[in-house]
């Protein structure tokens, strides 16, 4: 069975750093661009970051770029985000997601939460 | 670049039909067949319910269909059941404003 398990959320002040890990059970990572994509509380879904299958290229929302950073390591089945500089709007539930057919998500994780306060 | 247009709440009785509409730009919605619709129940994941505006994964009903016109998408759920009951968000690729993926603000289907 196919399974997305994210880890690393927690609380963190501003200005604070947090890495976010994903493991991939169940598929090969290597065949698959992944997502980051966040939920603040009681809002809507955003999508924050994506890499392509090879970890050649990135993107990145205007509100992360410069501050978050996409990786992953195929070998080890794992996807992460670098947060850093992190800010009270960036309090969020981030999922890990798979990506089919480039933009579209077919494997949410269930979340890791992150929270960012004094 | 802001979310794509969806209503903040729509409902029907069971049996019944109910379309979600979700309204984008030439930039987005109406420039590209990268169309999804995510289901999400209560603090649970998102699930991929429609991808490339009006095709299902596999083991989702064939009671939730997608379609497209011009800059807007739409999700129809027919044969309401209440395990249907929900929060609903579209997405598209929007490339032209260098963001992989732009989401729509999301719907609260509600079955009465």
């Known amino acids: 069975e196919v399974h997305l398990v994210e880890s690393g959320g927690g609380l963190v002040q501003p200005g604070g750093s947090l890495r976010l890990s994903c493991v991939a059970s169940g598929f090969t990572l290597t065949n698959y661009w992944m997502h980051w994509v966040r939920q603040a509380p009681g809002k809507g879904l955003v999508w924050v970051s994506r890499v392509n299958s090879v970890g050649s290229s990135t993107n990145y929302a205007d509100s992360v770029k410069g501050r978050f950073t996409i990786s992953r390591d195929n070998a080890k089945n794992t996807l992460y985000l670098q947060m850093n500089s992190l800010r009270a709007e960036d309090t969020a539930v981030y999922y890990c997601?798979?990506?089919?057919?480039?933009?579209?998500?077919?494997?949410w994780g269930q979340g890791t939460s992150v929270t960012v306060s004094s | 670049q802001s979310a794509l247009t969806q209503p903040p709440s729509a409902s029907g009785s069971p049996g019944q039909s109910v379309t979600i509409s979700c309204t984008g730009t030439?930039?987005?919605?109406?420039?590209?067949?990268?169309v999804s619709w995510y289901q999400q129940h209560p603090g649970k994941a998102p699930k991929l319910m429609i991808y490339?505006?009006?095709k299902r994964p596999s083991g989702v009903p064939d009671r939730f269909s997608g379609s497209k016109s011009g800059n807007t998408a739409s999700l129809t759920v027919s044969g309401l059941q209440a395990e249907d009951e929900a929060d609903y968000y579209c997405?598209?690729?929007?490339?032209?404003?260098?963001?992989?993926?732009?989401f729509g603000g999301g719907t609260k289907l509600t079955v009465l």
């Open positions: 997601t798979r990506g089919i057919y480039t933009y579209h998500m077919d494997v």
């Open positions: 997405s598209s690729y929007a490339g032209s404003n260098n963001l992989d993926v732009l």
């Open positions: 030439s930039s987005d919605v109406g420039g590209y067949n990268y």
């Open positions: 490339e505006v009006n």
